[in-house]
């Protein structure tokens, strides 16, 4: 597949890639909050392809949590970050917040940061992430966000968090 040229047709339900019939297959391109069904991921092809339609400066991630994290912190092997973590990654979310695809939204959360993703993200972004706020088109698009509030609040104490949203 040649991503790059062409045109692109975005389909609101598919994110497969459709032959145009010529020589030049058409990648679709997921939108902002487009998410595939559980167990599924966005793949890098696609991500690649929404970061370079976006057209933004690639950026870097660094700690926002404001704490010494160990290299082998046992977060990292948490079952609900793990779940928080397959839930970004079947959605389009997972383009712009990937380090290596060059995406613009990886100062804000990057989920290549290690030894967990989540402490690229600010208290602030976390409720975004969340729905604490009223920044709803940055909230996660998941069935269940009480499971996401649920692993937040105890991020949020772990940080000491003084965060209140609104
Ligand atoms: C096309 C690229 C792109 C996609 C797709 C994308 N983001 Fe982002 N995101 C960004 C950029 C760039 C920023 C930095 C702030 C800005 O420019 O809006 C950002 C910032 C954020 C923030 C931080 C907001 C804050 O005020 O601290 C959150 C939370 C967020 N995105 C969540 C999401 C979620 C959830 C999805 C999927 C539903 C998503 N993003 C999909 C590019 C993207």
């Not at 032959?19 to 991500?47: F, N, Q, R």
Request: hydrophobic share 35%; net charge negative.
């Amino acid at each position: 597949m040649h991503v790059g040229a062409g045109v692109w047709f975005l389909f609101a339900c598919s994110v497969l890639p459709v032959d145009s019939g010529g020589s030049e297959a058409v990648l679709d391109l997921p939108g902002h909050s487009e998410c595939l069904p559980a167990g599924e991921e966005m793949t890098a092809e696609v991500c690649v392809a929404v970061v370079e339609e976006a057209g933004r400066y690639p950026t870097v991630s660094e700690d926002k949590s404001g704490l010494d994290t160990p290299p082998d912190d046992p977060r990292a092997d948490d079952p609900e970050l793990a779940w928080l973590t397959s839930e970004v990654n079947r959605c389009a979310c997972r383009c712009c917040h990937t380090a290596s695809w060059g995406g613009a939204g990886v100062y804000f959360w990057d989920l290549e940061f290690r030894p967990v993703w989540t402490d690229s993200a600010s208290l602030w972004s976390l409720g975004v992430f969340a729905g604490l706020t009223e920044e709803t088109e940055q909230t996660l698009p998941t069935e269940d966000i009480e499971r996401v509030r649920a692993w937040l609040e105890r991020e949020r104490e772990r940080r000491g968090g003084e965060e209140e949203y609104e």
